[in-house]
Structure formats: C-alpha cells, structure tokens
C-alpha cells in the first residue's frame, strides 16, 4: 500500500511516464523512522521539507499542514498495520507538464512505508569500511543540502563502494573538502573536540545531525564545532562516524589503512537511546 495524495492504494501504483520527478528529478523528499506510532523529530522534517519545497519553488498547498501531513503518514501506518518501527518515504514532486519549464507549479505527494526489525538505534555490524569517492563532487550550494530526487553522485559513488568491496564512500565538494558519505552526515572526534563539516561546504542539513551535535554538547569535556574536513584530516582522527535518520549513528571502523575506534560514538548512540524514550 502507499498513500498516494490523501488516498490509500495497491503498491503496484503506477505512476505516468510524463512524471517529472522521473524525467527531470523535479521533486523532493523525506525519509522518516516511526517508533510505537511516533514520528521521530517531526517538526525539524515538516519544516525541512516546507524549506525545501521553497527553495525549488513549489506550490505549496493550503492543506499541508504539520497535523495534516502527519496524519496522513501514520493512516498510512494503520492501513499497512505496522505496529513497532517503520521507515517512511514521503516524496514530493511537481505534477506533469512542460519539459525544462513546468506548466504550473502544483504538486503530488507518495507516502511509502516499509516495516523495520529494531525499535532502538543500534550499530550494524562490527566492521564499517570507507573510502573517498573522487569522479564526482557535490558542489557547495543551497542545493546540495536538500533532499531532492536527483541523486545520481550519491548513486554511482555507491556503486564505486560496492565494487571495491567497501561499505559506503565519502563526497568532497570542489574544494576537495570531505563533506559527508553516500548514506548520511560525516562526524570525526580527534581528541576532545567533535567536528562535523558546516552546511555551507554542501553537505546535507541533516535532521540526525542536529541531534548528534545538541547531544555531544551535553557532554563534559567535549567541545562541538562545525568547520571544514580535510582528506588528510580523517587520518588523524579517533573516531570516524555516519548518521542518519534510519541507522542512527554507523561508525567507521577503517579508512584506508586507519582502523577506528568507537567508544564515543557508542557513548552517544546511549544517548540517542534515551532521546527517543523519552
């Protein structure tokens, strides 16, 4: 089943061919983890994606509420009978018309909802091997850090780490600054001090990212900030780590020949525990 503009259907739904989000990756998009019937951190997606849906100049209709919306997704839930933990994939795309130009600016919406083993974040696996991907780069503008339906460096990147037997890739932007991996935002621990690449180097403005850095600064003896990484930085590092909605915290366990700890992010995937219990 899927949630296809406030109405329930088959999951075979069968979308035309004239749909621009596949023609000309014109859309936007959300993924989001449901615990016991509780959308995680919904208020920073709903405003995400209404920034988004801006910034690409959508309409933005009069009915998407944040009630609406969420209303939406967990009928969605209900219908699917999904009662523990789901991820969710509400995309957004403007209706068919036009080629590079679009007739109007109207829009549809999917809601996808596939049923997930574990309530609770925890690590996948012991091992976690990356690499940098360099063919191409993720430029340094308000683009790059939405979610739009155009992912294709994140795709073949992902490809590139499937081929050289890795687990995922890290992207650089044009000033060959690392900024992020292929499956969510880049932290490095070295020491006492918690970097993670600023916004503005083109990385993903991750809702998991926001939560890590107001986590770590709860933390003693830690100090938090955002500024550039550099290839040669992820050698000196302790602690390597990858977040996202979905998987929590991942750390990476090597980097070319540097193997990584991961005592501190164990220490905040507690944390992040105890966040959505509460």
């Known amino acids: 089943m899927v949630n296809f503009n406030g109405v329930i ?36 997606h709903y405003f995400r994606l209404m920034a988004s849906m801006r910034i690409i100049r959508m309409q933005i209709p009069m009915n998407f509420t944040f009630e609406y919306l969420e209303a939406e997704i967990l009928r969605l839930i209900a219908a699917k009978e999904i009662h523990d933990s789901a991820r969710v994939r509400f995309t957004v795309f403007r209706n068919e018309g036009g080629f590079y130009l679009p007739t109007d600016n109207s829009i549809s ?14 690590f996948n696996g012991n091992k976690f091997e990356v690499d940098l991907y360099k063919d191409f780069i993720i430029p340094k ?4 850090t939405i979610k739009t339906t155009s992912k294709i460096t994140h795709i073949t990147a992902s490809i590139f780490a499937k081929e050289n037997q890795l687990d995922s890739c890290l992207l650089i932007n044009e000033m060959k600054n690392v900024i992020e991996a292929t499956n969510g935002n880049l932290f490095m621990l070295m020491q006492n001090t918690l970097i993670t690449p600023p916004v503005s180097e083109g990385c993903l403005n991750g809702i998991m990212r926001k939560q890590i850095i107001a986590l770590a600064k709860q933390m003693k003896d830690v100090e938090v900030i955002e500024k550039e990484i550099s290839p040669f930085d992820l050698q000196k590092a302790d602690e390597l780590f990858i977040t996202n909605v979905i998987i929590g915290i991942q750390p990476i366990t090597k980097y070319r020949k540097k193997d990584f700890g991961i005592q501190f992010s164990s220490q905040l995937l507690e944390k992040l525990n105890q966040l959505i219990k509460a």
Do not use: C, M, P, W
């Open 9 to 44: 259907q088959d999951s075979d739904l069968q979308l035309s061919v004239f749909n621009r989000s596949f023609l000309y990756g014109d859309g936007v998009f959300e993924t989001l983890k449901i615990i016991n019937g509780k959308i995680l951190f919904f208020e920073d």
């Open 109 to 122: 919406f999917i809601i996808q909802a596939t049923e997930l083993e574990h309530l609770n974040y925890q």
């Open 141 to 144: 503008q308000l683009l790059s």
